[in-house]
């Protein structure tokens, strides 16, 4: 440890406090916070998303806009206000209806005495039809639909739309869980079902393909069963990913939902014969909940940790100068190692460089940049310079190990070191996936799988540790009454039946009755 | 007309009714109809922006976040939501506070009786504390900074938002003025006065660049007098345009704020000394508005007129097949014309190109892209393919005039001719606006040139004709009391003073007072 450009001994050995070992709830909180991402805001479950949270979910846009446009889609926008009325015509096909969403009633804020008796500012201009801030989009979208399809030649009609959504959630949680998140929702007419089917799963096939070549986390396809449907879908399919407290997080959906909302969005075409018929729509949607996606798949004791790919930035260099006389030689070397970094192409744009220059201790400056995940940090100082070469931390290595590098060599590898970091956290999570998946093949297997639900336990306070189970693969016979009472029970709900692989048939764990393929079943997010 | 190319002698000369002479109001909502940008919904006052409208916006997005990350602002996300105390604070400060804005009072929506007696949703829930929709972020990003801030070393603080707002507007019209519109909003501190003040003007210098050189629209930048800032701010500028009816668009509003903001939002830092002060913020922002400026720039009697370097493709390719036998020879042949345009560079992107084989009549498909305003349309039939050679027309030459060009001239100039394109739209609005720019020198000249207001006149019925008088260059000492007589009388407003040039001292036409340069004054949207 004499190597001067180790963290002094004074620095934490360990960034993140508790670690996922003894609270992986609150670990999560303050990697969110160490690295920057996000916050909360005094309005109730709203965050704020810092800029480096912003750049990587401005990455993920980039990226998945691509491919929705290379899959034939076109972006637009519809307002964020729904009419009361559009609700109401859905919920005729919705049994006890009551949605958590956030309403306006008013339209000014006047001068007045509040309830407490006290002057302020209070609601006046009451509304003829109250308005919700849009939770999804099927209904407002529908109606511009039912305007724009008339005839076959208007199908298919593929729509996407970036936007802000509201839900009123009781327990909100960074990323994971919040009030207002922002989204992509796609939404799809056309002629027919079978051309509606093959949409819904090929984006259900992009949402994977960018979940394990994009953010490293390794998915599985399956498909809901009905309990856990999009309300008036007819299937809901999904891609699962295991997080590192073995719980399942649901990253994205895909919705084929038959003709239902082109019944009661009046989505009507009139083939080349001229009779007239229902369209078959679809709709599938991710958001900024993948970066929770990505925190929990990736980060660890010391903070965040990026897949270079949707990285913000993918390198920092830190010139370390102690002696005037060769700060400035320092600062250049570093400013022309930047350019050259950054005519470099790499995953779809130019390598980003930060050069962070500020006048802060060496040590501190290192471990902002290990907690916010950079995934290489790069540090010269007047001998480096003098050799040529540069200081190197991969983040994926351990915060103590660094290695000395030809400049040349370490311009020419780059491209290919971040790729061997963006494959290392991949296999990582695909191996950590594995190792805590198993075949159940009874009742009995399956209850020690999970453990009993403790009653104290709590998405807030269940540690990394403590938490049973995994993934567990099971033949099941979908049933709600099932379903409820594996939620009651163990606090566990089917994610998924798998759409490839694992095919053989056996009989349902629970009912005895039989089935064609193993689900998938697991505690969740 | 024997050539068979032109259009069809059925087809209409002229695509928008009315002209804009006719009936410039309508022509305008006319085009935005006939381009497919944007379309009312059925909430009252928000827009659908459509495919080709959104793909406009994201060319605005894109063009112009790169100039705000290459002046080093970082984005970000905030709540949507404003609480009602935050605008308390604020209306301390503005006498006869009053907002039309939404007000979110309830977050449920379930079964139960509506005010007609009739069964139906209601909303539940009520919310202890109103929220409000932002029709801007001031307040709820000042509470973030007043988080961020804490030493000079913080500063400055460099941050842009691309969101919705939403404000109550009475009278709407399509990306002019809309309930919910989509915009930027920059936020920055800094720890001085004139760092602040840089800022303010070097964003007002991005806008004029940007609409400028990207939208081909001559811009003045100005300021603004007392009467038209922003509440609470202590200057505000703007870019101001001329439309073709000669009236001003506000294109974009620079402000800044002093230490305003800072009080209220308890934004303050501590000096390298340590002691504590307030700090400086400013805040700019465009919107979709800019569409609607566009239109009203280059859109002609056929539709709109798009400028090549913002237009969502820059050139549709239409092969025109009759004999079945050549059919898949000419699509063939265009597919290849467009894969070879797609690898050329224009204007920090690749040539976008439709492809439009669509089994329409091929003067309504000519027709549909004239209104769409797309730069070049090419044809390409068995001859051409034979020589060759391309049938094209350029947008803005009239729909008429088409030209056979070789292929691999098309290719070699193409990049030229949009550049033509783009400086001969921002010629021709140039010449328009300095045709319609006078230096005023009384009263009595400024009343013949603007005329008395019509009481029958208002911005729905009046005619391009009609409107009387452009910009009006004016000396000016800025008294409140003169700017309500104008705006009762003539409709017109100061829209600015112009920043630079213009400078020669003289006399307030209105009051005799001292002037030290000209106001420009003009009627407005």
Redesign the interface.
């Known amino acids: 440890m004499s190597n001067p450009k180790q963290p002094a001994a004074s620095a934490p050995t360990t960034a993140i406090t508790p670690t996922r070992e003894e609270n992986y709830a609150e670990w999560y909180q303050q990697v969110v916070r160490a690295a920057d991402l996000a ?1 909360n ?3 109730r479950g ?6 480096w949270g ?2 990587t ?2 990455n993920v846009q980039r990226v998945l806009d691509r491919m929705f446009k290379d899959t034939g889609h ?11 009325s ?3 015509k859905e ?1 005729e096909h919705v049994e006890g ?15 007045g005495t509040k309830a407490d008796g006290k002057p ?2 209070v ?1 006046a ?1 009451e509304l003829q039809e ?4 849009r939770p999804t989009s099927e209904t ?1 979208i529908g ?2 639909f039912s ?1 724009w399809v008339q005839s076959y ?1 208007d199908l298919p009609l593929l ?1 996407n739309q970036w ?2 959504v ?1 839900r ?1 959630e009781m327990r909100t949680r960074l990323f994971l869980r919040t009030t ?1 998140f ?1 989204w992509q929702e796609g939404h799809t007419a056309h002629a027919t079902s079978e051309e509606a089917m093959v949409e819904t799963l090929k984006m259900l096939e992009v949402y994977a393909d960018f979940a394990e070549n994009w953010m490293a986390m390794p998915v599985i396809k399956g498909e809901k069963t009905e309990g856990e449907r999009f309300p008036g879908a007819v299937n809901t399919y999904c891609i699962e990913a295991m997080m590192q407290d073995r719980k399942a997080l649901q990253a994205g959906t895909s919705h084929f939902l038959g003709q239902n909302f082109a019944h009661s969005s009046d989505i009507k075409f009139s083939d080349a014969n001229g009779s007239v018929s229902f369209a078959w729509t679809t709709s599938w949607g991710v958001s900024t909940r993948l970066i929770g996606g990505m925190i929990m798949t990736h980060a660890d004791d010391d903070g965040m940790v990026l897949p270079p790919r949707l990285a913000p930035a993918h390198v920092v260099i830190i010139p370390v100068t102690h002696k005037p006389e060769t700060a400035q030689a320092v600062h250049d070397y570093c400013v022309k190692l930047a350019a050259d970094l950054r005519t470099i192409h790499y995953a779809g744009r130019t390598i980003d460089v930060e050069l962070d220059a ?3 201790r060496g040590g501190d400056k290192a471990w902002q940049w290990i907690k916010k995940g950079i995934p290489l940090r790069v540090e010269v100082g007047p001998r480096d310079m003098e050799q040529d070469s540069v200081f190197m931390a991969r983040r994926d290595r351990g915060h103590k190990e660094k290695v000395s590098v030809k400049r040349d060599e370490f311009l020419a590898t780059i491209v290919q070191t971040l790729e061997d970091m963006q494959s290392g956290l991949f296999a990582r999570a695909k191996a950590h996936r594995e190792a805590n998946t198993q075949r159940i093949d009874s009742r009995a297997e399956f209850e020690a799988f999970f453990g009993v639900k403790n009653e104290a336990e709590s998405e807030e306070t269940s540690s990394g540790g403590s938490v049973k189970g995994g993934f567990a693969l099971a033949h099941y016979a979908p049933d709600p009454a099932v379903e409820d009472e594996l939620k009651a029970k163990f606090a566990v709900t089917c994610r998924c039946i798998p759409v490839d692989g694992n095919d053989e048939p056996g009989t349902c764990i629970f009912s005895g009755k039989p089935s064609s393929r193993r689900a998938v079943f697991a505690k969740s997010y």
């Open positions: 916050e805001s005094d309005v709203c965050m704020v998303i810092k800029p912003y750049a979910w401005e076109k972006n637009a926008y519809f307002p964020l206000f729904i009419p009361l559009y609700l109401e919920a209806f009551a949605k958590e969403c956030a309403v306006v009633t008013h339209h000014r804020l006047q001068p302020g500012l609601p201009g109250p308005l919700v801030v407002i109606a511009s305007k030649r729509i936007a802000n509201v009123w207002e922002l500020r006048d802060i």
